[in-house]
């Protein structure tokens, strides 16, 4: 059902257009003057604009201009006596669609009503593509690929996201920079019902307020120095899909209280606009900020980090699932190879000891960085230590581990590092289990599994 505005002095006109065109199913709005049309033009949103030509005060020719500027989009059909084609000729020049000459038969508008409707979705259309093609050529940011991880500690997650994607719930995803947050966000997004609409995402923590809410929410043309044309915000270009707010803890109580209002009421305004916009998105979110002690400590609304956190999901740091490292390396060189040194296919053992052993403070997207950096470097077909990043040839120094000279196959040299690191959290910890474990970032059961293992005491 669409919404069509008559605007006509003449109220045997406006009585007869409501009545045909009411009978196609669609909402008439009503105005007997041009002053009244353009008030009901700010207050809805309106598809299709139907304008007397000659009416006192503000005429069919200021309308047309009005309602270009206010949607470019609205196709508009000028009302015109006998006699007055030529007139009717001119103001199509200025953008209405159509002219409906009077006296006029049901069948020729609902003609042209119909006509003006199908040009009104094409317009929106393509206004909708030009937008998600800005969208998509702002966003500089690569994905790494498909959520990737073996390791115990990354089960759960997998479990929650195939139980939380198929709903509409709201999801928090915590977890230090670098951990994968937006890639657990698109796999909750490519496993639910909303997979086949956009996946839109916005970097809270990158913009200013204003930016931001002229990023989340659109602005209409001449809303601030620089708006030159309507823009649609992130909240509209995920109508139907998910949208990803990212660095959600840096967001301004101000701008809390307006993403509040939006997530209980599914609607919001543009900048500088007038009219509501209503939406369906699923949102999910994403910090690296605890929020339960933002809230404690005043910095974040509690309402709306209830809001927020109705599925958690808190993503580990790579230090706590070293079991992965491999398995990721294997796949950041499937992935980045071909584009930056093609005869490289693998890793060789020490190479891959000295991944192992690292903190990756920066996580995954610093071994994906390493990674690519390393094959800048190697020569041959394979990664040496020779290519790897300074950090890490320096860090398995610092650390007091030393490598096995003698073993070499990499199943005996991570069992020769794994006791090192153990011993030396041991000592680090005064031999406290609980402490050890606590570094080493595994439960005290696996711990003690490892003492034994390694006649520890």
Same mark, same amino acid.
């Given at each position: 059902?669409?919404?069509?505005?008559?605007?006509?002095?003449? +109220?045997?006109?406006?009585?007869?257009?409501?009545?045909?065109?009411?009978?196609?199913?669609?909402?008439?709005?009503?105005?007997?003057?041009?002053?009244?049309?353009? +008030?009901?033009?700010?207050?809805?949103?309106?598809?299709?604009?139907?304008?007397?030509?000659?009416?006192?005060?503000?005429?069919?020719?200021?309308?047309?201009?009005?309602?270009? +500027?206010?949607?470019?989009?609205?196709?508009?059909?000028?009302?015109?006596?006998?006699?007055?084609?030529?007139?009717?000729?001119?103001?199509?020049?200025?953008?209405?669609?159509?002219?409906?000459?009077?006296?006029?038969?049901?069948?020729?508008?609902?003609?042209?009503?119909?006509?003006?409707?199908? %040009?009104?979705?094409?317009?929106?259309?393509?206004?909708?593509?030009?937008?998600?093609?800005?969208?998509? &050529? #702002?966003?500089?940011?690569?994905?790494?690929?498909?959520?990737?991880?073996?390791?115990?500690?990354?089960?759960?997650?997998?479990?929650?996201?195939?139980?939380?994607?198929?709903?509409?719930?709201?999801?928090?995803?915590?977890?230090?920079?670098?951990?994968?947050?937006?890639?657990?966000?698109?796999?909750?997004?490519?496993?639910?019902?909303?997979?086949?609409?956009?996946?839109?995402?916005?970097?809270?923590?990158?913009?200013?307020?204003?930016?931001?809410?002229?990023?989340?929410?659109?602005?209409?043309?001449?809303?601030?120095?620089? #708006?030159?044309?309507?823009?649609?915000?992130?909240?509209?270009?995920?109508?139907?899909?998910?949208?990803?707010?990212?660095?959600?803890? +840096?967001?301004?109580?101000?701008?809390? %209280?307006?993403? %509040?209002?939006?997530?209980?009421?599914?609607?919001?305004?543009?900048?500088?606009?007038?009219?509501?916009?209503?939406?369906?998105?699923?949102?999910?979110?994403?910090?690296?900020?605890?929020?339960?002690?933002?809230?404690?400590?005043?910095?974040?609304?509690?309402?709306?980090?209830?809001?927020?956190?109705?599925?958690?999901?808190?993503?580990?740091?790579?230090?706590? &699932?070293?079991?992965? @490292?491999?398995?990721?390396?294997?796949?950041?060189?499937?992935?980045?190879?071909?584009?930056?040194?093609?005869?490289?296919?693998?890793?060789?053992?020490?190479?891959? #000891?000295?991944?192992?052993?690292?903190?990756?403070?920066?996580?995954?997207?610093?071994?994906?960085?390493?990674?690519?950096?390393?094959?800048?470097?190697?020569?041959?077909?394979?990664?040496?230590?020779? #290519?790897?990043?300074?950090?890490?040839?320096?860090?398995?120094?610092?650390?007091?581990?030393?490598?096995?000279?003698?073993?070499?196959?990499?199943?005996?040299?991570?069992?020769?590092?794994? &006791?090192?690191?153990?011993?030396?959290?041991?000592?680090?910890?005064?031999?406290?289990?609980?402490?050890?474990?606590?570094? %080493?970032?595994?439960?005290?059961?696996?711990?003690?599994?490892?003492?034994?293992?390694?006649? @520890?005491?």
């Amino acid at each position: 059902m669409a919404t069509v505005l008559v605007i006509d002095d003449n +109220e045997t006109i406006r009585v007869g257009l409501k009545q045909v065109i009411g009978k196609m199913h669609h909402k008439v709005l009503i105005a007997a003057s041009g002053a009244q049309g353009l +008030e009901q033009l700010k207050s809805a949103e309106v598809d299709f604009v139907v304008t007397d030509l000659k009416m006192e005060g503000i005429g069919g020719v200021e309308v047309l201009e009005a309602v270009a +500027e206010h949607d470019p989009d609205c196709p508009t059909m000028i009302i015109t006596a006998f006699g007055t084609v030529e007139t009717a000729v001119e103001a199509m020049k200025l953008g209405a669609f159509d002219f409906l000459q009077k006296p006029f038969t049901p069948e020729v508008v609902r003609l042209k009503v119909q006509r003006a409707l199908e %040009l009104r979705a094409e317009r929106k259309a393509r206004r909708r593509l030009e937008s998600e093609n800005d969208y998509l &050529r #702002a966003e500089t940011k690569q994905r790494v690929g498909d959520l990737v991880g073996d390791a115990a500690a990354m089960a759960p997650i997998f479990r929650v996201i195939g139980k939380v994607a198929p709903t509409n719930s709201s999801v928090l995803i915590q977890g230090e920079s670098g951990t994968g947050k937006e890639l657990v966000a698109h796999a909750i997004h490519q496993g639910s019902r909303r997979a086949e609409n956009p996946f839109i995402k916005v970097n809270c923590g990158a913009l200013t307020d204003s930016l931001l809410e002229s990023e989340l929410f659109g602005h209409e043309k001449g809303a601030f120095t620089g #708006a030159v044309k309507r823009r649609l915000g992130r909240f509209e270009l995920a109508d139907g899909g998910t949208l990803l707010l990212d660095e959600v803890g +840096e967001v301004s109580p101000a701008m809390q %209280l307006k993403l %509040l209002r939006v997530l209980q009421e599914r609607e919001f305004e543009r900048v500088g606009g007038e009219r509501t916009i209503h939406v369906d998105v699923r949102l999910i979110s994403a910090t690296n900020k605890d929020l339960a002690e933002e809230v404690r400590q005043g910095r974040f609304r509690e309402d709306l980090y209830y809001r927020l956190h109705v599925i958690p999901i808190i993503v580990p740091p790579l230090r706590e &699932r070293r079991d992965d @490292i491999a398995l990721l390396t294997k796949h950041f060189i499937h992935k980045l190879a071909p584009h930056t040194n093609p005869q490289v296919s693998g890793i060789d053992d020490e190479a891959l #000891a000295r991944l192992m052993t690292y903190g990756w403070p920066g996580n995954v997207r610093e071994l994906e960085n390493a990674i690519e950096q390393a094959l800048v470097f190697a020569d041959g077909n394979s990664i040496g230590v020779d #290519a790897l990043p300074q950090q890490l040839v320096g860090d398995a120094r610092r650390s007091g581990l030393t490598l096995p000279k003698e073993q070499t196959s990499l199943p005996e040299i991570l069992e020769d590092l794994e &006791r090192q690191l153990i011993v030396k959290a041991f000592k680090e910890a005064n031999g406290v289990k609980t402490e050890t474990a606590r570094k %080493l970032g595994i439960k005290t059961s696996a711990l003690y599994y490892k003492l034994e293992k390694y006649g @520890i005491s």
